[in-house]
């Protein structure tokens, strides 16, 4: 059974395929997008993707008449920098790629956030397809934001992007680490407390299915997240004000990040610890206890974590969020949960009332 | 007298100012355009521009109540790259550059591309303002085509990105060194050859007067060449067709850039060879003579070059058309005048035709 939905941009909106085995078929949905059998493709995938699958989809297309060809970048947030989008753009002009061409993202987030950002760039945009291997990239292949990092930021150089169709096969997620699979659950169960509350719950009783991989649950989780993801961005595209609620978690989450160095935490992991801080957050705010009770306890379940480890400097911390995109004109916006399943925007968050909660985050346990 | 025209681009619509002393001016025009000024603003200029019109336009930003910082790179088309737009991007980010921030870009073509990109891409795409101090730059600066260099391939990583405005001091044309001057006037004939015959006269008549720098003939020419840029533009911003007209004489112009090694050759030179080179085609495909005579003597008139350097290699100029964006599905797309102030999009072009030119180019004198 393959579920599909649309996300709706007008004549930019495209469908998610969710299902076991896709990749069979992704010569077909390749011709029934119409996509160019004259010019060279470009398949761009990492490292580790490139060991199990780039060979059964590279022949797969050929099989069909299409032309691809590949870049390989090493596993790992750290291909996602200009450095690696120019060694990627001297495959696409060695290979010959022109307007009517094509790139495939075939990996995760970092794969789709490069090859999306290639994809934009490249002769100024040409069309773009994400075949997501990991549970993560539900979220990030979803939406058209592409981007690369810069030393002092994430996500700071990109475009808005969108692909041409999302083609999600899960057969490709059972393979997945058990540490990847609970970080990448992580922006699923974001997408229930977002907008969602019996999707929450319904993630909470089947934490040990998902965590399992059960074929079942991970499509209907799967399907459920994207719909989350292409609803909010059907309404705000280019992030003028609803799309931020994606963010939820995602300021501490990314600030985390820079501070571990790109890589030693997991995004899925910095973004629970940032979930948890927001409802810790939003609880000082006035809100009842329970939303930073039951935020907490979800992710224990799913095993993931919900504390800065200590030897983190929170001056640090603090820094790199003053580099983060979710400041504007010199005020905090912060996405607060209002209760389980709802958040608001508050552009009014103190600087002051963010610390503590990160000193919080950093003790309590 | 202020000179003033619209691009009609729907809600991406904007106005070209231009007239003497402008830059004067320029927070009135930054604040009628509803610019932040809670936000820092970036000014990007090259180290020649800087010297003469950083410090007052900077002064005057800040007499206004704007924050402007600036970005100064090295003169010349190599700052057009990647490695320089990460630079650029440190600045923004050390600055606290944020969303409702705005790029400046204040110089000629190489600035404005590359400032551009940086407004295009920086947190995925802020508000940008073309400043032009060149004559080359009327052709540049209208229409949002910005972009960086890839070392086999000019202008291929980049994006459309449309200003809020032009503002066009013609004064700060005045200190240009004369070859550049010359070569500025040569993207002003082509939008006379490509669109308009009466001012293909005009120029020709005025070259004594343009050349010279006469403000009331400079005013008017600018006026004319933006006018058309601006009217192709309005008709197709992607380029999806008609824009490709604005190509002509870039298909042989960029080779010539890319063989030379960016730099040695001007564009506005190397595309004088080009437009000669596809009146030269345009001859061979049946069209009167008369269209490579009246060319090649307008070019001579403004002391432009109309002759490929012998030294040059005719294969690699060849193998750099190849890399061209202009090539779709392995077509060679060429355009060819028909008569002068006309063109048309030739999609059938054999490479031994080019050859040819590109060898009739190299000989004859």
Chains 1, 2 share one sequence.
């Not at 076991?20 to 060279?40: D, M, N, T, W």
């Not at 501490?252 to 990040?257: D, K, N, P, T």
């Not at 610390?355 to 919080?360: I, K, L, Q």
Request: aromatic share 6%.
């Amino acid at each position: 059974m393959i579920k599909e939905l649309t996300v709706n941009l007008g004549e930019r909106s495209y469908p998610i395929y969710i299902g076991q085995g896709l990749l069979e078929e992704v010569g077909a949905y390749f011709e029934k997008h119409g996509i160019s059998k004259a010019s060279p493709l470009l398949i761009v995938t990492d490292s580790h993707v490139a060991e199990r699958y780039l060979q059964p989809v590279t022949d797969r297309l050929k099989e069909a008449g299409f032309q691809p060809v590949s870049h390989t970048v090493q596993a790992g947030e750290k291909s996602k920098a200009l450095s690696v989008l120019e060694e990627v753009v001297t495959t696409c002009l060695e290979a010959g790629l022109d307007r009517k061409s094509t790139v495939v993202a075939l990996g995760g987030g970092v794969i789709g956030d490069l090859a999306g950002f290639v994809a934009a760039s490249y002769m100024r945009g040409v069309r773009f397809i994400q075949i997501p291997t990991t549970i993560l990239a539900h979220d990030s292949s979803v939406g058209g934001k592409v981007a690369v990092n810069h030393p002092l930021a994430k996500n700071i150089i990109g475009a808005f992007h969108q692909p041409e169709f999302v083609l999600y096969d899960t057969s490709t997620l059972l393979s997945l680490p058990d540490r990847e699979v609970r970080a990448g659950l992580s922006e699923m169960i974001k997408h229930g407390l977002i907008w969602d509350a019996e999707f929450t719950t319904w993630c909470e009783d089947n934490a040990d299915r998902l965590t399992g991989l059960d074929p079942e649950a991970l499509q209907y989780g799967l399907y459920k997240g994207c719909g989350v993801k292409a609803a909010v961005v059907s309404q705000d595209e280019r992030e003028n004000d609803l799309r931020a609620i994606l963010n939820l978690g995602h300021t501490i989450g990314h600030a985390l990040e820079a501070v571990a160095g790109y890589g030693e935490l997991l995004h899925g992991e910095a973004i629970a610890i940032g979930m948890v801080g927001a409802a810790m957050l939003s609880v000082q705010l006035g809100n009842p206890e329970e939303i930073h009770t039951v935020t907490e306890r979800i992710f224990r379940k799913f095993g993931l974590p919900v504390r800065i480890p200590a030897h983190y400097d929170t001056d640090a911390i603090m820094t790199a969020m003053m580099h983060d995109k979710k400041f504007k004109e010199g005020q905090m916006v912060y996405i607060v949960p209002t209760e389980i399943g709802k958040v608001e925007i508050n552009k009014n968050v103190s600087a002051a009332l963010v610390r503590d909660v990160v000193e919080r985050l950093k003790q309590e346990d």
